[in-house]
């Protein structure tokens, strides 16, 4: 089973110069690791993710443009918001795929 995503989570752009990483502003009381885990409302450019660097396709600072992240959870909710996994990806509008470099926690966390 996948494992939850938590703060500080690693993420990686395709088309980005470098990694990201997640800051996790949906909720404040559910946590793994004494960390807050991540839900699909975690997806606001500079709030939640940090740029990436330079984007290889406008070639210049990246602004991360996500509208929805996928392969969130499909039973487990915080405050009825899917949670976040090591499989979540999301797309950028202006080009590239965000995906899960580490999950931000060393335990095993999984969902349902």
């Given at each position: 089973?996948?494992?939850?995503l938590t703060e500080n989570a690693l993420l990686l752009c395709d088309k980005?110069?470098?990694p990201s990483q997640l800051?996790?502003?949906s909720q404040t009381f559910s946590k793994a690791e004494d960390k807050?885990?991540?839900?699909?409302?975690?997806?606001?450019?500079?709030?939640?993710?940090?740029?990436?660097g330079v984007c290889a396709i406008t070639k210049s600072k990246c602004t991360p443009a996500i509208t929805k992240w996928d392969k969130t959870t499909e039973k487990d909710t915080?405050?009825?918001?899917?949670?976040?996994?090591?499989?979540?990806?999301c797309q950028c509008s202006v080009g590239g795929k965000i995906s899960v470099q580490h999950k931000g926690h060393g335990e095993k966390h999984e969902t349902a």
């Open positions: 089973m996948p494992q939850k980005g110069a470098k800051k996790v502003t807050l885990i991540a839900t699909e409302q975690d997806k606001q450019p500079e709030t939640n993710i940090a740029n990436f915080i405050n009825n918001y899917k949670i976040l996994t090591e499989d979540s990806t």
